[in-house]
């Protein structure tokens, strides 16, 4: 496979066939199993080792990690030449966490009475660089009515991953059950790929 997508926390399993361009099997043999950043610098390193079985088929596992490049390399022997494989994009997604104080509130009154929401969690998946203190944006849509209402960026977003934003409603009467939800930005060199928290919803009146 080209691809292969793999939920956040969970080892993947790889598994390959070594033989001579004339289709016998070459058994007992040590392939390399390399791993990179999918950054373009093809900073390989070796993250697993497996033998081949008698029919040539090796399996190896790889621990849990972001998403990366992954490719398999055969050293060679005294009568075979060395090798390696296509390369395979292993897509692992983020993971947020989004938690909502109140969840239920009311339309703005005035500057005392706003009805404002606290907004709060975390982007798992350890260090945060500096550069990407724009990476989530907030979605906010209506229960019942397909789309997204408006999207509102995050400043802020800590090392760590944890993130905090309020919302205030605007004026407004009756009924109406909002939903949110934080998701993270494709950026070049942010080790994970774009995910999705749950939604929460705030029931404003």
């Not at 990179?36 to 790889?62: E, K, M, R, Y």
């Not at 998403?67 to 390696?84: F, H, I, N, Q």
């Not at 692992?92 to 500057?111: C, D, F, G, N, Y």
């Not at 209402?149 to 205030?168: K, V």
């Amino acid at each position: 496979l080209s691809t292969r997508r793999a939920r956040y926390g969970t080892r993947a399993k790889v598994v390959g066939w070594l033989g001579t361009t004339g289709g016998v099997a070459l058994a007992g043999q040590t392939v390399r199993v390399l791993t990179a950043p999918n950054n373009g610098l093809n900073s390989f390193t070796q993250a697993a080792v497996a033998i081949t079985g008698q029919d040539g088929v090796w399996h190896a596992t790889l621990g849990a990690g972001p998403s990366r490049l992954v490719e398999a390399v055969y050293d060679g022997a005294s009568t075979m030449e060395p090798a390696s494989s296509g390369q395979v994009r292993l897509i692992v997604p983020a993971v947020v966490k989004l938690t909502i104080r109140p969840r239920r509130t009311h339309w703005w009154r005035s500057p005392r009475s706003s009805g404002t929401i606290r907004i709060s969690g975390r982007v798992l998946g350890g260090y945060i660089p500096g550069a990407h203190q724009q990476l989530l944006r907030l979605r906010i849509g209506v229960v019942g009515i397909p789309g997204v209402q408006s999207t509102i960026g995050i400043p802020d977003i800590a090392p760590n991953g944890r993130f905090h934003t309020t919302w205030t409603p605007a004026p407004g009467n009756g009924t109406v059950r909002f939903w949110f939800s934080v998701s993270t930005l494709h950026e070049a060199d942010f080790p994970f790929a774009p995910g999705n928290s749950r939604r929460v919803d705030v029931i404003v009146r």
